[in-house]
């Protein structure tokens, strides 16, 4: 399975910039001041990309909403004092059904085998839910250029352990796998969020991960 755009990369490890990147999601996430101001100066210091960053702070809409992600676009301009960045436009809904079927493509990646099941659950919910999560989601966000689709994933996984989302933090862990991410990066992900996590999601975080990656 290939993810559209060159999505798909492997990842060992967690180098420098990709630690920033997902302690930076994490403080997203969680919320505070001085641990956001803090993670942006972290991000700055190790060298992450500006288009990482800004692609993070889009999808990080899809997981931790628009207040969050709004707060975390305006510490980053105010630390980074850098201009936003894309290599594509996402408002242009003429390409909804372009985003429809990247939106499938990468979701299949992710969820593999679990994809129809996945998108019958999400539909019993609401059928709204399952085209925004397959077209605005996975199409229109996540299988954005700029961003790899494991690096993606990692910093899915630090947003939703912040949050002690048990479901999504099970399905993401392995959909960081799926996507490329070693299990060596994703124990990395882990430790390098743990400062962040309560200790009911940490301790979450660890028995989800020791399940999944047997």
């Known amino acids: 399975m290939h993810a559209p755009g060159g999505l798909l990369t492997t990842l060992e490890h967690l180098d420098a910039p990709t ?7 994490a403080a997203i996430a969680a919320g505070g001041a001085t641990r956001l101001e803090a993670a942006c100066r972290a991000a700055v210091e190790a060298g992450v990309p500006s288009l990482w960053v800004d692609e993070l702070l889009l999808q990080s809409v899809l997981m931790v909403g628009w207040p969050r992600a709004l707060i975390g676009a305006d510490a980053w ?6 201009p936003a960045v894309s290599v594509e436009d ?9 985003w429809a079927a990247r939106g499938e493509e990468v979701c299949r990646v992710i969820y593999e085998q679990q994809y129809d099941r996945l998108r019958e659950n999400v539909c019993a919910l609401h059928p709204a839910l399952e085209r925004w999560m397959l077209v605005d989601g996975y199409g229109r966000t996540i299988g954005r250029p700029g961003l790899d689709l494991a690096r993606r994933e990692l910093c899915v996984v630090a947003q939703v352990a912040v949050q002690g989302a048990e479901r999504q933090l099970h399905s993401h862990l392995k959909g960081a796998m799926r996507a490329g991410a070693a299990p060596a990066a994703v124990d990395a992900t882990l430790e390098a969020v743990a400062p962040i996590l309560g200790e009911r999601e940490h301790e979450l975080a660890v028995a989800l991960w020791e399940q999944v990656r047997r």
Do not use: I, M, T
């Open 90 to 98: 996402g408002g242009d809904y003429r390409r909804h059904e372009e």
């Open 19 to 25: 630690r920033a990147l997902v302690v930076l999601a």
């Open 77 to 82: 301009r105010q630390v980074s004092g850098r």
